[in-house]
């Protein structure tokens, strides 16, 4: 396969899943946010696979389905706490067992960091979180050449500011009224 042909069908996955992914911070309700951030990751993953890029594929496989259980336990109001230790622990395994040096860490680290964020049902806090695991994830994908990727990050933290912007200082604007009236 020609190799321009392939990057171009490597980048319009990436851009696929950015799509989804700035959708996702839009979102007021957490299941969708989850469902979004699920389609996201799975597409990230094919095209990290078609990257080469191992650990950052096993961290979007894992992680769309932690996103799956999570929607369905926070659905279900049921904690996510026992499985958020165990889905952090399996993205430190999959950080170590595909090793390619620093930029493992940074995905594997941001990886914990969202399942910690995931496991809320606080959307208000799964963006804080997320904008901080996006700058990890905006350098690993420029290490393996994910552009797509890169834009998709840039992307995800303009989304996570509108978000705040749009739907959490409006919510902490009028909670602070209402306490105000006390």
Not at 69 to 96: G, H, Y
Not at 127 to 147: A, D, E, H, Q
């Amino acid at each position: 396969m020609n190799s321009v042909f392939f990057n171009v069908i490597v980048q319009t996955i990436g851009v696929v899943g950015i799509i989804a992914s700035v959708i996702s911070f839009q979102c007021k309700k957490s299941k969708k946010l989850l469902f979004f951030k699920t389609a996201n990751e799975m597409l990230f993953a094919v095209q990290y696979c078609m990257l080469g890029a191992y650990t950052g594929m096993s961290m979007n496989l894992i992680g769309s389905l932690r996103n799956i259980i999570f929607a369905k336990m926070i659905e279900k109001k049921k904690s996510t706490l026992p499985l958020r230790i165990i889905f952090s622990i399996l993205f430190v395994i999959f950080a170590l067992l595909t090793w390619d040096g620093l930029k493992s860490l940074l995905s594997g680290v941001a990886k914990v960091l969202s399942t910690i964020a995931y496991g809320s049902s606080n959307t208000s806090f799964v963006r804080l979180i997320i904008f901080f695991t996006s700058i990890s994830w905006l350098i690993y994908n420029y290490s393996v050449k994910s552009y797509a990727g890169c834009v998709c990050e840039i992307l995800n933290i303009v989304s996570i500011i509108v978000g705040f912007i749009r739907i959490d200082i409006p919510k902490y604007i009028k909670k602070r009224g209402n306490e105000n009236e006390i």
